[in-house]
């Protein structure tokens, strides 16, 4: 199985579950989306109400054919605690434990596909963040180096060993980063 079979074995079996991204990033608590876009993605929690209840899982999964990545994407509109990180860290197990049971396949073939984090925050609620970040490029000619690998969170730890990418951009990045990133210009909401 390859990127592509993934891909279409989850459009096909999960058409149902194509939400907007405005609908995909709606915090459960206040009903307010993080990014307000109208492009539609495969709403991975959903699909994981499907097979388990219990399983938190990332947000969304989409699928980058070029450079053959299973994308996930994790939404937090609130201010990230140092309580979150447990159970952020568990959706992203058990949105591993979920694509492994959907694909059924070999555990060598799956450990194969290549996989990248997206973790997209609301900059505004986590100033400490934008601090942390101001300081590890203290430069502008360090900033230009780092800029885009500066991984937030302590979410580095998870790099190669669960990710081979990972990304934590604020919302107003996150636009620029899908056009950079994947090729996909994201639509605002009207």
């Known amino acids: ?87 952020i860290r568990r959706k992203f197990l058990d949105s591993f434990a979920l694509l492994y049971k959907i694909l059924n396949i070999d555990e060598s073939q799956f450990w194969n596909f290549k996989t990248y984090l997206l973790f997209v925050t609301n900059k505004d609620k986590n100033l400490n963040q934008v601090t942390h970040r101001e300081y590890l490029s203290t430069t502008d000619e360090l900033l230009d180096i780092l800029e885009d690998n500066i991984i937030l969170y302590g979410f580095d730890i998870y790099k ?19 056009e950079q990133e994947f090729n996909i210009k994201l639509e605002e909401e009207i």
């Open 160 to 178: 190669p060993w669960y990710f081979n990418e990972i990304k934590t951009p604020f919302c107003n990045e996150f636009p620029q980063l899908m």
């Open 1 to 87: 199985m390859n990127i592509f079979n993934v891909k279409k074995l989850f459009e096909t079996k999960f058409s149902e579950h194509f939400y907007t991204l405005s609908k995909i990033s709606e915090d459960d608590t206040n009903s307010v989306s993080l990014c307000c876009y109208k492009n539609k993605f495969l709403n991975f929690d959903k699909i994981a109400k499907e097979y388990h209840q219990s399983w938190a899982t990332t947000d969304m999964i989409f699928f980058d054919l070029e450079r053959e990545y299973i994308v996930f994407v994790e939404y937090k509109n609130g201010n990230m605690k140092k309580a979150d990180k447990a159970k």
